[in-house]
């Protein structure tokens, strides 16, 4: 946990010149108090940021989001006639980011990993069996070209033909 709070501290500063916000994914309470204080800092010092959003999953699980939602949205006295999607996911961790197109799993992994697993509904995958330290350019564009290759309907039913 010390090793994340110098890379907070020493990363934060370069990140916000760059016009970057750091957004952090998950939950703040079970982490230690010098580790929430950087967290915290950093998200305060780049939250007006428009050039890029990095989003930081750290103590962050999909059940754990969608309980602390509702817990949210109960704790707010919304009635249940007042929710749908929309306004669930103003309730999410990542409330003010899209949903992902296309999430990539590396190390031969193919599970979900309860990992944005409201957001995900609609997200194409893309396994590989390189691991994260060896994803590098030609990964990216790997998946990339894998992606776009894929016929995405939302949901919807193809037509017969």
């Not at 010098?34 to 010092?45: F, G």
């Not at 754990?64 to 704790?75: F, L, Q």
């Not at 249940?80 to 999410?92: C, K, R, V």
Request: hydrophobic share 35%; proline share 4%.
């Amino acid at each position: 946990m010390g090793i994340l709070e110098g890379v907070i501290r020493r990363e934060t500063k370069a990140l916000h010149k760059q016009g970057i916000r750091i957004l952090h994914l998950g939950r703040l309470d079970r982490l230690s108090d010098p580790l929430r204080k950087e967290i915290c800092q950093a998200l305060e010092l780049t939250k007006n940021n428009t050039r890029m959003t990095l989003s930081v999953a750290f103590d962050y699980g999909g059940r754990a989001e969608i309980i602390d939602a509702v817990r949210s949205i109960i704790a707010n006295g919304l009635s249940p006639d007042e929710l749908d999607e929309e306004l669930f996911g103003s309730y999410l961790y990542s409330a003010t980011l899209p949903d992902p197109d296309l999430i990539v799993r590396t190390a031969g992994e193919q599970r979900l990993s309860n990992f944005l697993l409201w957001q995900s509904a609609y997200s194409e995958y893309y396994y590989t069996q390189a691991m994260w330290p060896d994803f590098d350019d030609q990964e990216v564009r790997q998946a990339l070209i894998a992606y776009s290759q894929r016929k995405r309907r939302f949901g919807k039913v193809a037509p017969q033909g």
